[in-house]
Each structure stands twice: as C-alpha cells, then as structure tokens.
C-alpha cells in the first residue's frame, strides 16, 4: 500500500468509526481524482483511493476525519464524515463514461474491506454507498458497483429472500420502508423529490437493473424485504405498521 498524505483532514470530534461509506471519483483518470484528493483549494479527500488495477494509496490516516461524504444523512446521522472511512474507486462514473469496476479493483476493496471491518469490529451492514446518504446529491458508486459479490464474501449485507407478492404501496409506505432502512425521506404527503431519489438510491443497491424512482411491485418486494431486515438487526417494530 503506498501513502501520499493529503492535507484535506481534521479531527473526528471524539467519535468512533461506525461505518465505511464507498464512492466513485466521477473522473476520467487516476492522476487527476487523486490529485484532486490531495488538492487543499478543493476541499475534498478520502482515507483510501483504489486505482483500477488494484493499487491502494492511503491518503489521510484513519484516526482524522476525511473530508468525503458532505452534506447528507444516514440513519439519523448528519455527520458522517465524523464516524466514517470513505474510499474512493477509480472510475469516470456517469459523467464521463461510467462503467463496471474491475476485478483487480474489486479484490483490492475486499482485501481492504476484511481488514477494516476486523479491526474497527463493523459488521457487514455498516458498508454503505455515497448515494445511500445523500441521495438527492449522488449516484455513486452505482448500479454497475457488485455488491453482491461483496455479500457473499461478508463484507456487505445480501438481498434478502422477497415476499412472493409486495403489497400495493403508496409513498406513505415507501417512506416508511426507507426510513427504517437509513435513508432520508421527505415529509409530504405525496411523491415528494427526496423520497423519489431516496427510491432511486434503494434501487442502485438493491435493483440496479431498473433505477427508475418509481415503485414497481419488484421494487416494493425487495424494499420490504430489506427494511424487514433492518427492523430485525435494529430490534425495532415498526414493519408492521407499513
């Protein structure tokens, strides 16, 4: 692993590593996102940046706080640059010709992932997607990143099993399902913009093969299935009330 120190930290405030936020860089090439990483006018950094071909160049020491996530929320938590590890993957992301992570890369994350996941003792459901927190801002890293193949190696959590028939649900419903799963849904009574990109955030993790917004019975199916789960791992009994 190489370390190319970036300027772009500060200290985490007293709190403790509680999750591991994953990015692209949305850049066409390795030089430029890590020179950016590491430049003090743009303000942003990562703890780790894996490069295509598997390298891993720490850029900003665990115990600091990166500058990474920005503005968004996730279970509650507005500052998740404080209780997090952002890395960043090289890819030119949907600006600049988006496309699927390669193996090397890949491997490379999962080889980073089971360490950090050991020694900060974070279970699988504490691996989240830049998009998860701050839906309205973010699509990275996207329907192409496999986090099945993450799953079956315990570094994220899996789809769980369906139900055969989702129930009709209205945006009462969906918002109640994504607020149990972490993400931040709007207030409204209808389809409001935050509760629609909160949707087509669900659907990058959980059905990437159809981002639409919109709550199809497929959709609905998987998003009680895994706010089921988030409700059981949270001991919380409000699934039954959707």
């Avoid at 030119?92 to 003792?121: I, K």
Wanted: glycine share 10%.
């Amino acid at each position: 692993m190489r370390v190319r120190p970036s300027p772009n930290h500060g200290d985490r405030k007293g709190r403790e590593i509680g999750w591991v936020v994953l990015h692209y860089t949305g850049m066409r090439s390795a030089e430029e996102s890590i020179a950016r990483l590491c430049d003090p006018a743009a303000e942003v950094s990562a703890h780790y940046f894996i490069e295509e071909d598997g390298s891993v160049t720490q850029l900003v020491p665990e115990d600091r706080r990166a500058w990474h996530a920005g503005a968004g929320c996730w279970r509650g938590e507005r500052d998740m640059n404080s209780v997090s590890i952002g890395i960043e993957l090289q890819n030119p992301g949907h600006e600049f010709g988006y496309r699927a992570f390669p193996d090397a890369q890949v491997g490379a994350l999962c080889g980073l992932l089971s360490d950090l996941l050991r020694r900060h003792a974070l279970t699988p459901d504490r691996v989240i997607g830049h998009s998860d927190l701050a839906p309205a801002r973010k699509t990275d890293p996207g329907e192409l990143f496999p986090w099945e193949d993450l799953a079956r190696r315990g570094l994220a959590l899996p789809l769980p099993r369906q139900p055969r028939h989702a129930p009709p649900m209205g945006a009462a419903g969906v918002r109640a399902c994504l607020s149990l799963i972490g993400y931040e849904v709007g207030q409204g009574p209808g389809w409001d913009r935050q509760t629609r990109a909160a949707l087509a955030a669900f659907q990058r993790r959980w059905r990437p093969e159809r981002v639409t917004g919109a709550a199809d019975a497929a959709t609905t199916a998987r998003l009680v299935a895994v706010a089921a789960r988030a409700a059981a791992l949270d001991g919380d009994p409000r699934l039954a009330d959707i």
